[in-house]
Structures are given as C-alpha cells and as structure tokens.
C-alpha cells in the first residue's frame, strides 16, 4: 500500500511539473503532424511510382504494336509467340497477351489472361482510338496491365476490310511488388532520419530552456531545502513558478485584448459624436420641412380623384418621403439615444408576440419559422418596446436574407444561473463575407438596394443600453447566426 501511495504522489507531481505539462503537448502534435506527412509522402511516392510505370508500359504498348505490324507477325502465330515470349524475358515483363477483334486471347506468354483482363482487352476494342485502359490487381502482390488496340492501317487493309477500325488488342502486364515495397521502405527510412533529427532539435530545445529556466528554480529549492523545508514545499514552489508563469501570460494576453477593445470603443465613440453633431442638424434642417411636405402632399391626395394617375403619383412621392423620414429618425436614434425605460419584462412572452406576427408573412415566402423558449425563463428589467425594436430588427434581416426553402430559428434559454436571458436568432440564408462582417455595425454600411445601414448598429445599442453584448456568427452561403446577452440588472433608483 505505502509503495502504491508513493506511486500515485510521484505521478501527482510529474503533472505538476512545468516541463511534463509543455512537453507532452508538443511531442503529440509533433507525432500527429509526421504521422499526417509520413502518410501523403507514402501515398505520393507510391502514385509517381505507378505513374512512372504507366508511362514505360505505355511506350511499349507503342513499339510492339508498331512491331507486329511491320513483320506481319499476327498472320504467323507460332512466330508471334516466339517474338512476345523474347520481348517479355528482356524486359522483364509479367505478361504479353495479343485479342483479336472479338476480345479472345490469340497469344499470351502467361498461360490464358484472367477475365478481368479480358474485359479490359473487349472495353478497348470498343473504343479503338483511346490510348490506353489501365487494370491494377492486388492482394499479396501488386500487378497493372495496359492494353491498346491494334488499329488497322493503310499498310493491313489489303488483308482486312477497309472499314474495321482495329485488328485486335494488345496487353502488357508488369510486377509492382518488388518496386512498391523498395519505395515505401525508401520513404521509411527518409522519415525515420528525419524525425530523428526532429525529435533531437526538440531535445536540445528543452535542454535549453530546462538550463534557463530550470537550474535558476533548482537553485532556489536548494536554498530554500537548507532552511530546513521540505519535499512537499519544494513541489508547491514548482507549481507556484508554473502558476506565476501562466498569470503573467494571461495577464499579457488580456492587457492586449482590452487595449483593441479600447481602440474600437473609441472609435466608435467618435463616429458617434460626429453624427450627433449631423443629427441636431437634421432635427431642423430636414425633417421638420419633410413633415410640412408630407402634411401638404396629403392634403393634395385627399383633393384628388380615387384611383387617378395623379394620386399614384402623389402615394410614390409620400412613400419616398416617409422612408427618407423613417431613416431620420434612426439616424437620430443612433447619435442621441433616450436612456431605455426599465421595467420587469418576459422576454419570452415579447418574443412569441413578435414572432407571431411574422410567422404568416414567412409562410408566404416558404420559410420556415422555429421558435424555442424553455418554461423557465426569467423576468429581466428591461425596455420593453426597445426590446420589440431589436426582435423586428433581427427578424427582418433574417427574412430578407433567406430564400424559398429556408428557415428561421429564434432561440430564448436563461443562464445557467438564471440571472440572465441568452437570445438567438439564427437563419440559413446568404451569409455574410469576412470582409462585410468587420463593418457590419458601421453606420449607413448595408448590402441591401433599400436598406438604410442602421438597423444593426440600432441593434447594437439597445444590447449595450441594457449592459448586455450582440455578436454575430456567419460565413458566406451558410446563414447567419445572431446572439444577444442580457444580463439581470435590478433597476437603479
């Protein structure tokens, strides 16, 4: 038992090591990564093989058909087969076989041809001008054939009818066994010199860093040894240098992270600030005269006769102009946000009125609408007609996003902890490119004919507004995928 128990601590301790933690990690994906490369340079080395010898079979196929018809040798059988058996024991070939034009064996040097190659040899008369038709055959051993067709020249018409396009087919066959096995033994052995090489820089590696590192601790866990602590401190100080070591990287890591963070913050800032500027502006500028404008073109309506071209005219006009409106009033929503007026909302029940509304529209359209909300789902103090405004938002992107056949998933699940709502609202349309997802929130930045580019930053406002976050998940072709997080914030007094 007590040697069990000394067991287990040394091997307690060996996690706890530093240098076992960075080891193994790199040593695995090492191996992964030679195994991955070991793997494609077989395959490679093994296919330039194959293709290497294709390539000679093919020349021969080329000059033992040029062979035959110069001597005439398919007339003379017994010669015929005396000049294939010469050919192949000179070039060391597994198999010659002549078909005549019914795809039967007239000659072989190996005995009768298998029916696959037999086959081979019928597929190739059917086609006579193909170049060649390949069989590769292998269990214990590796074997390929190449068969052509004999074609029937000016020089053979005297003897055959004019109009046959071959005389036959002609197949060799060749033994890979013994080149295969000298190649992957050939890979073998450059892979094991490589990977000894490898594996002994990465020795030297943490040679090197167990010098700086190491020998510095070692020396403080003598010194600390002669003041009398003992084995178990010396491992926690192990662990604590570990530990220290991991902090000071994290720390980096999020002092960086809030240093961007910071940057974009601001320049939004800006941006913002600036069109608060434009906004107040506006207020006078723009849209008090587009409401005189409107108040009088509807007046003009009313005096038209129903259904003339005149009222059409006007209606147009009227539209343009409550849509150049409607993008006013964004707009100033977007510079000079109204603090969101909270009180206790259920988010589930604004997310089934709201999608209630647009689940006919996207039948119409041949979408399909799927709507998730557990029981569970926690009040929250909110904004409530601010939240309808970013449900519509969202949906209505997701609708003019998605085509016939596709669908629409709205998700509400609360925190692990209930204190906070997780909204979803994902859909299988066009996507969004990488390009356009880093200005997605920019203002007046939208890819649609009639779209006003602010609708998301909107989105985004009233997300932060309410202390949560909006991201967005999307890849060109596959949909879009939008999550809010709302935590629970009591309201202030």
Same mark, same amino acid.
């Given at each position: 038992m007590n040697q069990l128990i000394a067991w287990l601590g040394s091997k307690v301790t060996l996690t706890r090591d530093w240098r076992f933690r960075v080891l193994v990690p790199v040593v695995i994906i090492n191996v992964a990564a030679f195994a991955g490369l070991y793997t494609l340079m077989n395959r490679y080395a093994?296919?330039? +093989?194959?293709?290497?010898?294709?390539?000679?079979?093919? +020349?021969?196929?080329?000059?033992?058909? @040029?062979?035959?018809?110069?001597?005439?040798?398919?007339?003379?059988r017994e010669l015929l087969g005396h000049r294939l058996m010469a050919h192949a024991d000179v070039r060391r070939l597994l198999a010659i076989t002549v078909y005549d034009t019914m795809g039967s064996s007239i000659v072989s040097t190996r005995g009768a041809p298998s029916e696959r190659e037999s086959a081979q040899a019928r597929v190739v008369l059917m086609q006579p001008k193909h170049p060649a038709i390949w069989l590769t055959e292998g269990s214990e051993k590796t074997n390929i054939f190449g068969v052509r067709a004999l074609l029937n020249g000016p020089d053979c018409r005297s003897c055959h009818a004019a109009g046959r396009e071959s005389l036959g087919a002609i197949q060799l066959g060749i033994d890979l066994t013994a080149p295969l096995a000298e190649t992957k033994e050939r890979v073998r052995h450059n892979f094991a010199m490589a990977g000894a090489a490898w594996f002994t820089l990465l020795g030297l590696m943490f040679w090197a860093g167990d010098y700086v590192i190491a020998r510095p601790l070692a020396r403080m866990q003598r010194s600390i040894t002669s003041t009398g602590l003992g084995a178990a401190q010396r491992h926690d100080l192990e662990a604590l240098a570990g530990r220290v070591h991991d902090t000071l990287w994290g720390l980096i890591r999020q002092q960086r992270e809030r240093e961007e963070?910071?940057?974009?913050?601001?320049?939004?800032?800006?941006? +913002?600030?600036?069109l608060g500027e434009v906004a107040a502006g506006l207020t006078h500028e723009i849209k008090n005269p587009l409401a005189g404008v409107i108040a009088a073109l509807e007046v003009l309506r009313s005096e038209s006769s129903s259904g003339s071209e005149q009222q059409e005219v006007q209606d147009q006009i009227l539209a343009e102009l409550r849509r150049v409106t409607t993008t006013v009033d964004g707009l100033l929503r977007l510079a000079k946000p109204q603090p969101p007026q909270r009180t206790s909302v259920d988010l589930a029940r604004v997310t089934r009125e709201v999608t209630s509304l647009f689940g006919a529209r996207l039948r119409r359209g041949g979408v399909t609408l799927e709507v998730d909300i557990p029981d569970a789902v926690p009040p929250l103090q909110l904004d409530s007609g601010l939240m309808v405004q970013l449900l519509v938002n969202l949906l209505t992107n997701s609708m003019q996003a998605t085509d016939h056949g596709g669908s629409i998933k709205v998700l509400v699940a609360p925190f692990p902890r209930h204190d906070g709502v997780v909204l979803a609202v994902s859909d299988s349309g066009k996507g969004i490119t990488p390009e356009q997802l880093e200005r997605?929130?920019?203002?007046?930045?939208?890819?649609?004919?009639?779209?006003?580019?602010?609708? @998301?930053?909107?989105?985004? #406002?009233?997300?932060? #507004?309410?202390?949560?976050t909006l991201t967005i998940e999307s890849k060109s072709g596959e949909g879009t995928r939008v999550v809010v997080l709302l935590p629970d914030q009591k309201e202030r007094t």
């Amino acid at each position: 038992m007590n040697q069990l128990i000394a067991w287990l601590g040394s091997k307690v301790t060996l996690t706890r090591d530093w240098r076992f933690r960075v080891l193994v990690p790199v040593v695995i994906i090492n191996v992964a990564a030679f195994a991955g490369l070991y793997t494609l340079m077989n395959r490679y080395a093994v296919e330039n +093989l194959v293709s290497t010898q294709k390539y000679g079979v093919s +020349l021969l196929l080329d000059e033992l058909a @040029l062979d035959l018809q110069d001597f005439d040798l398919v007339h003379r059988r017994e010669l015929l087969g005396h000049r294939l058996m010469a050919h192949a024991d000179v070039r060391r070939l597994l198999a010659i076989t002549v078909y005549d034009t019914m795809g039967s064996s007239i000659v072989s040097t190996r005995g009768a041809p298998s029916e696959r190659e037999s086959a081979q040899a019928r597929v190739v008369l059917m086609q006579p001008k193909h170049p060649a038709i390949w069989l590769t055959e292998g269990s214990e051993k590796t074997n390929i054939f190449g068969v052509r067709a004999l074609l029937n020249g000016p020089d053979c018409r005297s003897c055959h009818a004019a109009g046959r396009e071959s005389l036959g087919a002609i197949q060799l066959g060749i033994d890979l066994t013994a080149p295969l096995a000298e190649t992957k033994e050939r890979v073998r052995h450059n892979f094991a010199m490589a990977g000894a090489a490898w594996f002994t820089l990465l020795g030297l590696m943490f040679w090197a860093g167990d010098y700086v590192i190491a020998r510095p601790l070692a020396r403080m866990q003598r010194s600390i040894t002669s003041t009398g602590l003992g084995a178990a401190q010396r491992h926690d100080l192990e662990a604590l240098a570990g530990r220290v070591h991991d902090t000071l990287w994290g720390l980096i890591r999020q002092q960086r992270e809030r240093e961007e963070d910071i940057a974009r913050h601001m320049a939004r800032a800006e941006q +913002l600030a600036a069109l608060g500027e434009v906004a107040a502006g506006l207020t006078h500028e723009i849209k008090n005269p587009l409401a005189g404008v409107i108040a009088a073109l509807e007046v003009l309506r009313s005096e038209s006769s129903s259904g003339s071209e005149q009222q059409e005219v006007q209606d147009q006009i009227l539209a343009e102009l409550r849509r150049v409106t409607t993008t006013v009033d964004g707009l100033l929503r977007l510079a000079k946000p109204q603090p969101p007026q909270r009180t206790s909302v259920d988010l589930a029940r604004v997310t089934r009125e709201v999608t209630s509304l647009f689940g006919a529209r996207l039948r119409r359209g041949g979408v399909t609408l799927e709507v998730d909300i557990p029981d569970a789902v926690p009040p929250l103090q909110l904004d409530s007609g601010l939240m309808v405004q970013l449900l519509v938002n969202l949906l209505t992107n997701s609708m003019q996003a998605t085509d016939h056949g596709g669908s629409i998933k709205v998700l509400v699940a609360p925190f692990p902890r209930h204190d906070g709502v997780v909204l979803a609202v994902s859909d299988s349309g066009k996507g969004i490119t990488p390009e356009q997802l880093e200005r997605i929130f920019d203002p007046f930045f939208t890819t649609k004919e009639e779209g006003t580019g602010l609708g @998301l930053p909107i989105c985004k #406002q009233i997300v932060e #507004q309410h202390g949560g976050t909006l991201t967005i998940e999307s890849k060109s072709g596959e949909g879009t995928r939008v999550v809010v997080l709302l935590p629970d914030q009591k309201e202030r007094t």
